[in-house]
């Protein structure tokens, strides 16, 4: 079976920077709903239409294609009074936006100093560009529930 629309891929995967240095080494297989549902980034999942179980390929994801350019304006140096008194560096909360009309971003805090925190708006990643190694190992026909909810269910995926 070729990967296409309403199909559910299986990869086993590993995921270095440029320069070799291992991100993720894919412990788990990734498994996901292809067909623009969202469940890997656009661009590999452009590579992977029409692939079959045992190919394999490597795709350089420049960071407009994975986690974005960073973005330093979504650094920001808040009072430490706005915290818990147990906040450490790495600790990630969610911010909603003041207006209520964008999604909840995510913050890392990087810096704690006196009466200030750092806190960084942008994914770990973000800048960074990747470079995505995979080996399709199955295929299959997606379930009319998994299309219409668009994730995988069972193993490796959703469970309600």
Do not use: W
């Amino acid at each position: 079976m070729l990967i296409a629309r309403n199909t559910v891929v299986t990869l086993k995967y590993n995921v270095r920077d440029v320069d070799g240095t291992s991100i993720d080494e894919g412990t788990a297989p990734m498994v996901y709903l292809h067909g623009g549902y969202g469940g890997i980034f656009d661009r590999i999942e452009e590579e992977l239409q029409g692939k079959a179980e045992g190919d394999a390929l490597e795709v350089k994801l420049e960071p407009e294609d994975a986690f974005g350019e960073y973005d330093a304006e979504l650094v920001v140096i808040e009072p430490r009074q706005l915290f818990p008194d147990n906040i450490e560096v790495g600790m990630q909360f969610e911010r909603g936006s003041e207006d209520g009309d964008s999604e909840d971003a995510l913050f890392t805090i990087t810096d704690i100093a006196d009466d200030k925190v750092v806190v960084d708006g942008n994914h770990p990643l973000a800048g960074i560009a990747l470079v995505f190694a995979c080996t399709v190992t199955a295929v299959r026909a997606a379930t009319s529930e998994e299309i219409t909810h668009g994730h995988v269910h069972g193993d490796h995926g959703h469970h309600h």
